[in-house]
Structures are given as structure tokens and as C-alpha cells.
């Protein structure tokens, strides 16, 4: 009996591992479940025309339970970047990283370096943001034309993961209509930055990503 | 006397010390004010969507996320290019292309540097039947878009049964102004 339960577990662990890999959510072992997982990134036109809109999620599949007690990890630092010159190099960043229940932000800023390691460039500071509680009214601030937000929000990220795992292990030989989406009912930490389109440069379009950085 | 002068002089002079260490540090924050020192190493990234989740081997998806975008088309293209051709066989036909005219080399190529780009001048999304790659809105069904462009073949005809997953829509409407994102459940 103890042993086919163990079992039971582990198998419910596997499949969850398969069935719950999508947008970018624990998208390998390292960050896989971490606080450093980014799950999903965003970039668009604003409702204000002149702006974009950049917006980061981390620890995706958060039930509600668990999104009342989620936070932002003080170790991980966010970081959206912007290359304005087509080589995939960034020549600006904008920073965020979670102290004391607000969120920091920094930049954009011309990096000293550019690369896989980072420091926190506080004399970039933009905007501080207290970050939205779970189930509390929406709290954003602005600076210079600037809109900032950080906190739990519903998994924007739609698909059925679960039928396409079917597919991959050649259980199925299509997807079923209606689908089902995974990830309906789930939630995930996010952080937003709104910011005017002519602080970011270039000539029309941007390469653009996404990094969590850890210390 | 003297004792009060020393007291004054002492006082004064603490005084000037505890405002110069706070004008002394570096990076400008009062004592009081978070620690921001350190030095950040790069965990995970991400541009497009269900890259790193598609294309990338098991065994290396932690390498493509501490490898910069401008390094990744050269190190992980021919990877892409092996599981795209195992996920959807025809591209390994030769001349077979996808919806947006691309074969299997160029596609992979294209992907391999996981980057997003965003229109600052006109219509941003991933696709809306005329624009591609121009962004990612919260609405795009950026699955149904990717599996086309896997599955569907030069006209996007192909495999009718893999290239739309019918999960069209997010499970709650986005909102129309800032921060865009619909509430938590």
C-alpha cells in the first residue's frame, strides 16, 4: 500500500512536471518552480499610443491559496532589456527588484555592461511601487510619463498543454474542440512598466527580453 | 566651562561625521534607505514565447537561458532545426516551408535568438493576419499562431488537427488600461 501510494506520488509529480511546461513556465531545471522563473513576457502598444507596455511574470500556477502568501523574492532581480540598434545586444535596461513589500525601479539606463551579470544601478532610480497585496485595490505610481505595478495578477497565458503532452506521447492525434486551458484559474507575480516610446530610441523597432538575475 | 565647550565641539563635530557618511556613500542612499549592492548572475530569459519549452533539448535548456540573445543563433540553431524536423517531419523535406514562406533553417534561425520584436510606429502583435512579429499583445493566441507556423505547411492547410489547440482566449478579460492584466483568482 505505501509503496503504490509513494509511486502514485511520484507519477503525479512527473506528469505535473510534462503537463505544466508552456510560455516560458519552469522551462528548465534550474529555475524550474523557483522564484527566478520567468513564466511569461509581454510587449505592446499602450492605451496612450505614444507608450509600451512591458510586462514580466514570475512563479506561475499559483492557486489562489497560494497567491496570498506568494512574494517577490529580494534576490532576484528583474530585468527587461531593449536593443534599439538591431545587433540583440542591450542599450538600455530598466530594473526591478522587490525591498520591504515595494518594488524598485530603475532606468532605462545604458548599461556599463552589457551581459549575464548585473548590478543595480540605484542612480537610475525611476519609481518606487508599493506592491499590490492579494485581494487589495490596484496600486500603480508615475514618474516622467512612466506607469509602474507590481503584484499578483491572473496568468494571462492560454492553451491546452495538457492535450498537446497527449499529442507529444502519442496518445492523441489532434487537439479536441472546445480545448480545455491548463492554465485557467491560476495566477502569477507581475510586474508592469508603461513608458513613453520615445525614451526607448530606435528606428521603428526593437529587440526586446526579458532576464532574472540572482545574488 | 571648558567641559561645555568640549561638549558643544564634540556635538557639533558628530553631527557633521553622521551627515558626511550619509553624503559619503556611493551610491547615494541614507542609511535607513534598502541595501541594492551585489552583483546579479543571469537565472532565466525569455523573448518569445515557448521557445526554450519547444525547441530546446532537455539537457540544455538551462545553458540557452545564461546564454546572451546575440550568441544564441550561432550555439542552439542547429539544435532548433533537429526538433523542429522531429516535431514536424516535412520541414525536413527540402524546399519546405512554412506559412510565412520560411524553411526549416531560416525558421529555426529566426527563433534561436530569443528575442521579441516590438513596432514603436505601428500595430504591435504576433500576429494578426497581416503583421508579424511586431510585438505580443496580452490577447494574441500566440499557441495557435506557433503550431501553425509548426504544423500547417506552406498555406497552413496542413495537419488540420495540430495547428489550433481551440483555446482561443485568455480565462478572464484583460483590462483596457493600466496595468492591463485581469485581477488574480
Given at each position: 500500500m505505501r509503496k503504490s501510494k509513494n509511486l502514485y506520488w511520484i507519477l503525479g509529480i512527473l506528469l505535473t512536471g510534462i503537463a505544466l511546461v508552456a510560455a516560458d513556465h519552469i522551462d528548465a531545471p534550474a529555475v524550474s518552480g523557483g522564484t527566478?522563473?520567468?513564466?511569461?513576457?509581454?510587449?505592446?502598444?499602450?492605451?496612450?499610443?505614444?507608450?509600451?507596455?512591458?510586462?514580466?511574470?514570475?512563479?506561475?500556477?499559483?492557486?489562489?491559496?497560494?497567491?496570498?502568501?506568494?512574494?517577490?523574492?529580494?534576490?532576484?532581480?528583474?530585468?527587461?532589456?531593449?536593443?534599439?540598434?538591431?545587433?540583440?545586444?542591450?542599450?538600455?535596461?530598466?530594473?526591478?527588484?522587490?525591498?520591504?513589500?515595494?518594488?524598485y525601479f530603475f532606468g532605462p539606463f545604458a548599461p556599463p555592461t552589457t551581459g549575464?551579470?548585473?548590478?543595480?544601478?540605484?542612480?537610475?532610480?525611476?519609481?518606487?511601487?508599493?506592491?499590490?497585496?492579494?485581494?487589495?485595490?490596484?496600486?500603480?505610481?508615475?514618474?516622467?510619463?512612466?506607469?509602474?505595478?507590481?503584484?499578483?495578477?491572473?496568468?494571462?497565458?492560454?492553451?491546452?498543454?495538457?492535450?498537446?503532452?497527449?499529442?507529444?506521447?502519442?496518445?492523441?492525434?489532434?487537439?479536441?474542440?472546445?480545448?480545455?486551458?491548463?492554465?485557467?484559474?491560476?495566477?502569477?507575480?507581475?510586474?508592469?512598466i508603461e513608458i513613453p516610446k520615445n525614451m526607448l530610441g530606435g528606428n521603428g523597432t526593437l529587440n526586446t527580453w526579458v532576464e532574472t538575475k540572482t545574488n | 566651562?571648558?567641559?561645555?565647550?568640549?561638549?558643544?565641539?564634540?556635538?557639533?563635530?558628530?553631527?557633521i561625521v553622521s551627515l558626511a557618511s550619509c553624503n559619503d556613500n556611493d551610491d547615494g542612499r541614507m542609511n535607513n534607505e534598502p541595501d541594492f549592492s551585489g552583483t546579479f548572475v543571469q537565472a532565466d530569459q525569455m523573448g518569445r514565447p515557448a521557445v526554450n519549452t519547444v525547441f530546446v533539448s532537455a539537457n540544455s535548456k538551462d545553458a540557452f537561458n545564461v546564454t546572451i540573445p546575440s550568441d544564441q543563433g550561432a550555439m542552439f540553431q542547429n539544435m532548433f532545426q533537429t526538433n523542429l524536423e522531429t516535431l514536424s517531419p516535412a520541414f525536413s523535406d527540402a524546399g519546405d516551408k512554412n506559412a510565412l514562406g520560411l524553411d526549416a533553417a531560416t525558421f529555426t534561425g529566426l527563433l534561436a535568438t530569443d528575442v521579441l520584436g516590438v513596432s514603436t510606429t505601428g500595430t504591435t502583435t504576433f500576429f494578426?493576419?497581416?503583421?508579424?512579429?511586431?510585438?505580443?499583445?496580452?490577447?494574441?493566441?500566440?499557441?495557435?499562431?506557433?503550431?501553425?507556423?509548426?504544423?500547417?505547411?506552406?498555406?497552413?492547410?496542413?495537419?488540420?488537427?495540430?495547428?489550433?489547440?481551440?483555446?482561443?482566449?485568455?480565462d478572464k478579460p484583460f483590462l483596457t488600461s493600466f496595468p492591463y492584466l485581469a485581477l488574480p483568482w
Open positions: 527566478s522563473d520567468i513564466t511569461d513576457y509581454f510587449a505592446f502598444q499602450g492605451e496612450n499610443s505614444s507608450n509600451l507596455v512591458f510586462a514580466a511574470n514570475v512563479q506561475g500556477l499559483l492557486s489562489p491559496n497560494a497567491t496570498s502568501t506568494a512574494s517577490f523574492n529580494e534576490n532576484v532581480l528583474v530585468e527587461f532589456n531593449i536593443d534599439n540598434t538591431g545587433d540583440n545586444v542591450e542599450d538600455l535596461v530598466i530594473q526591478a527588484i522587490a525591498r520591504n513589500d515595494k518594488m549575464l551579470n548585473s548590478s543595480i544601478q540605484t542612480a537610475a532610480i525611476a519609481s518606487v511601487v508599493d506592491i499590490t497585496l492579494y485581494g487589495a485595490n490596484t496600486i500603480t505610481t508615475t514618474n516622467q510619463g512612466m506607469q509602474f505595478f507590481a503584484g499578483p495578477r491572473d496568468d494571462p497565458f492560454f492553451f491546452d498543454f495538457g492535450q498537446f503532452g497527449e499529442i507529444l506521447a502519442g496518445n492523441a492525434t489532434g487537439f479536441n474542440d472546445p480545448g480545455i486551458d491548463t492554465f485557467a484559474g491560476t495566477n502569477v507575480l507581475s510586474i508592469v | 566651562m571648558k567641559i561645555k565647550h568640549i561638549k558643544h565641539i564634540l556635538f557639533a563635530f558628530v553631527t494578426d493576419g497581416t503583421n508579424v512579429l511586431t510585438g505580443r499583445n496580452l490577447s494574441d493566441d500566440v499557441i495557435s499562431v506557433e503550431l501553425l507556423l509548426i504544423f500547417g505547411g506552406e498555406d497552413g492547410t496542413e495537419n488540420p488537427g495540430l495547428t489550433d489547440d481551440h483555446v482561443d482566449a485568455n
